[in-house]
């Protein structure tokens, strides 16, 4: 669990101390001055922003402004308020919560992060967002953008998802194609040993053998013909590279066994 209370300040919140309220820095002295529209200005930034409580703004010697502590309450009363206006947002916007300087004057800092959800609005439907260091209203075009961004984010992500789980689906039915391709070609191996073998021990056929040595001749044709078929299925598939060349062997064997089967044919006749 990430740590969320410091006795001094963080090397982060001494930086935003050291420069002016921006785009993603926002000072407030006291709790009761923040608002829900602060939280909207902030989460419907690109970047997000921070809220730090119990700081003062002042100008320095150098004429420029800065934050200086002066601390404020960091009771759960006072966070509950803070998580409350934020919660009260449409959609609903979710905020970290941080206080730091226990031992001193405790600040609070609320991290807003960059939200997917954006445009979000107020209870009362008023868009704002920072702008020159301060909270403006949201413009039509700007809202049209954010409206825009968001669901392309959104399709992307699930576009993503979707061709992601294609993919794993094409590769393991690529699997189990390669796998049964194995599985042909080491039958077919074992098919033309076998008839290898036969055809050296017998010198001559009778009349069943030889119907038998046609009927094998006949499946073996028919084999080629599906293996064809086969071939010609996966021509237009993805994976039909990978499949080539023991496509090619599975013909080359098959081959092989049909010119054994018909030169045994004529042998008999």
């Known amino acids: 669990m990430a740590k969320t209370e410091f006795q001094g300040l963080t090397a982060r919140t001494r930086k935003m101390l050291a420069a002016n309220e921006n785009l993603a820095v926002d000072f407030k002295r006291e709790v009761s001055g923040v608002k829900s529209s602060d939280f909207v200005a902030f989460a419907n930034a690109a970047d997000g922003g ?10 320095s010697n150098t004429g420029l402004q800065r934050g200086r502590v002066v601390g404020c309450s960091v009771d759960d009363k006072a966070r509950l308020a803070l998580v409350n206006k934020a919660l009260e947002c449409t959609p609903s916007i979710e905020v970290d919560v941080y206080i730091e300087n226990l031992k001193k004057l405790p600040i609070m800092r609320i991290e807003i992060r960059a939200n997917q959800h954006r445009p979000f609005c107020n209870s009362r439907g008023e868009y704002s967002i920072r702008s020159q260091g301060r909270n403006r209203a949201l413009y039509p075009s700007e ?57 050296g021990r017998i010198g001559q056929l009778t009349d069943s053998s030889k119907k038998r040595s046609r009927n094998l001749l006949h499946n073996v044709q028919d084999n080629q013909l599906i293996l064809a078929n086969l071939e010609r299925a996966i021509a237009d598939d993805a994976s039909a590279e990978q499949h080539k060349d023991r496509l090619e062997l599975l013909e080359e064997k ?15 006749q």
């Open 50 to 59: 921070t809220l730090l409580l119990g700081v003062d703004e002042y100008t």
């Open 143 to 199: 809202m049209l953008n954010i409206f825009l961004e968001t669901e392309a984010e959104l399709f992307y992500h699930r576009f993503k998802g979707v061709a992601t789980k294609l993919e794993a689906q094409v590769n393991e039915i690529s699997g189990a194609l390669n796998a049964e391709l194995l599985t042909v070609s080491s039958s077919m191996e074992q098919l033309e040993k076998q008839l290898k073998m036969a055809f």
């Open 254 to 268: 098959v081959d092989n066994i049909l010119k054994l089967l018909s030169a045994n044919k004529k042998n008999n």
